[in-house]
């Protein structure tokens, strides 16, 4: 996806030498919150340098970037990656009107110079782009090309095989996409804090909580360090290879989400030990 993929864009530079940049909660719709990647997982409230990822809770997609230059802070742009739900490209341009609203500025769609009045002709003509984008890209994971395509979210990859792609090519609209981007994802569930080194990695995972896990093929190959953490924050001593995890949980608990990843049901301190006593290393 990464070869084609399709981005749009709105820039918005201010007239006003004196402009300090423009903070993300004036540019944000009701219901809408933040959050970057750190420690290896996005984290809401966070925020990077120069960035900020924004998603509106009713539908989780694909996140919006809002993206400044510390060097002038004149600029302020938008980033919405394709295929979306409409209601986040719905959100894309009203944010872009909010945004063209703060200053005398200078206003450009896809580096092209762009009228905000004519804002809600280019969202129907991007939907229309958006469906057929959506409907090649699916047609191509149909075609076993790619078999498994990535996607990215706003808390994770998510990845489309033939069950997903059948859904979302046969729609005359991009609502299968919506939901599928909204129902496997959820603030609340476990995605895993990355540790360790790259030739070392470890993950952590919190008791207590639905933990989101590569599928059992994508475990094997990851050859990770899975450890615990407890409710308090403290961690479970000892820890189990990326290998052995999934074997050793009740089949019950586990459920499918997506062509590259499961869930597993909140797991007790008790059935962490448990399994570390049967299949991990203490110690560690």
Known sequence: MDADKKT??????????????????????DGMKTGWIKDGYFQ????GEEAVTAFHTEHI????????KNDDARFTELRLELPAPEEE?????????????????????????FVPK???DRRTSLKTEN?????????GVLNGEPEVLPVSGVFRWLYAGMDEAEKMWAGTDVSSLRSWLH?????????GRSSGTDTDPIRFFEIGKTLVLPNEDQMKKTNLEIRFLDPAGGEVPGSISSAALIPALSPE??????????TADPLSEAEVRKILDAEGTHGS
Request: positive net charge.
């Open 253 to 262: 608990k586990i459920h499918y989400l997506d062509a590259g990843c499961i």
């Open 44 to 47: 809401i409230g966070e925020c």
């Open 61 to 68: 997609g694909r996140g919006i970037r809002i993206s400044w």
């Open 183 to 191: 129902n496997t994802q959820d603030p609340a569930w476990c995605y």
């Open 89 to 113: 490209i719905d959100d894309f341009f009203l944010m872009s009107a909010r945004l063209a609203k703060q200053d005398i500025c200078e206003v450009y769609f896809n580096e092209q110079p």
């Open 131 to 139: 469906l057929r984008y959506l409907h090649q890209i699916m047609n």
């Open 118 to 120: 004519t804002y809600y």
């Open 8 to 29: 749009v864009t709105v820039s918005v530079y201010r007239r006003s030498f004196f402009a300090r940049r423009i903070p993300p909660e004036k540019i944000l719709l």
